[in-house]
């Protein structure tokens, strides 16, 4: 097999031959067709995250097939195409998966990130985390939605039922939360940064009613907000931006600090919460929900030895949708 790997923080992506990984008991291998580039990744390489064990090889947007499973799975699976996103696995144990909280298990493992991911020809998974996504849809369409998708989705559900929503950074996850919120009936407010014309007109061209830079004040006040960027100073503009009683959701898994604001934006019940993560069931709920909404992915494909060009370009801020890596 062939994987991209990090060999130490903020080092350059390697394209590298290694063997053939093995699954383990009620581990599933995954011939690999396509797999996302996610901000998230960028947060691995340039070290943003903790207990990273290097080398690693990153990638959880990941589409494939199954050829070879582990003791304990059925060999029905042999052939079938999944989805193997973020949450790798969870213990099952801990008061959070007791309570049905898998997405903030005490001891998880996360592709691409405490295990190798997607940026590779092959990769190994547990069979239980991997979603089935049947034969519908081209696969670099599909891969976004295993982790934009599927954390745009939590993110949506977090904000509630309000008409007016506010997306800041209009990315990936922007992008296909946006189709779904015009699919529920919502108003979508696109928030990018200043000048970023390209997704602007994307977001205008996907149903938003606004599009500005993140600093302008939308011509509604907003019943929830989210942002995708990982920059903290979003969070009091969005603030600004709120009804009483709204809710920012802040989506990342990282985001740099958040600069200290005046009380009166959060007084009258507004509200800031943040996304950790996602359960299973969200992606079954997602999946059925994108496929009925007709969501379509709008995507840049690079060849797997060219992840860090794709890398540097989602970083810059050079991609209008999202990155896909195709082996």
């Not at 195409?81 to 213990?91: A, F, H, N, Q």
């Not at 996850?173 to 108003?187: E, K, T």
Request: net charge neutral; with cysteine; aromatic share 6%.
């Amino acid at each position: 097999m062939h994987s991209m790997i990090l060999p130490a923080r903020g080092a350059r992506l390697q394209y590298v031959e290694r063997p053939d990984p093995v699954p383990g008991p009620g581990e599933v291998r995954v011939k690999i067709s396509a797999c996302g580039v996610c901000r998230t990744d960028l947060h691995v390489v340039d070290g943003e995250l903790s207990n990273i064990i290097y080398p690693i090889v990153p990638g959880h947007e990941v589409v494939g097939r199954i050829d070879a499973m582990g003791d304990g799975v059925s060999d029905a699976l042999l052939g079938t195409r999944v989805g193997v996103p973020w949450l790798g696995s969870t213990c099952g144990r801990c008061p959070y998966c007791r309570e049905g909280k898998e997405n903030l298990c005490d001891d998880p493992l996360f592709t691409g990130y405490t295990r190798d991911g997607g940026f590779a020809t092959h990769l190994v998974a547990d069979a239980r985390y991997c979603f089935p996504l049947g034969e519908h849809g081209e696969d670099v369409e599909l891969a976004p939605l295993l982790c934009a998708g599927l954390i745009g989705w939590r993110s949506l559900v977090m904000a509630g039922h309000g008409r007016k929503l506010g997306i800041y950074g209009f990315g990936a996850a922007g992008h296909i939360v946006a189709q779904m919120a015009r699919w529920q009936g919502r108003d979508v407010y696109a928030f990018t940064r200043r000048g970023d014309i390209e997704a602007q007109r994307l977001a205008l061209s996907l149903g938003a009613c606004w599009a500005g830079a993140s600093e302008d004040r939308p011509p509604a006040e907003l019943d929830a907000a989210i942002i995708y960027a990982p920059a903290g100073p979003l969070v009091p503009l969005a603030l600004r931006a709120l009804r009483k009683g709204g809710r920012v959701i802040c989506a990342g898994i990282h985001m740099s600090d958040i600069p200290s604001f005046p009380y009166n934006i959060l007084w009258g019940e507004r509200q800031i919460v943040s996304v950790a993560n996602l359960t299973r069931q969200d992606g079954t709920d997602f999946l059925k929900s994108a496929a009925k909404a007709g969501v379509r992915t709008h995507v840049t494909v690079f060849p797997l030895d060219q992840a860090n060009e794709a890398l540097a370009r989602l970083r810059d801020g050079r991609l209008v949708g999202a990155a896909v890596l195709k082996p």
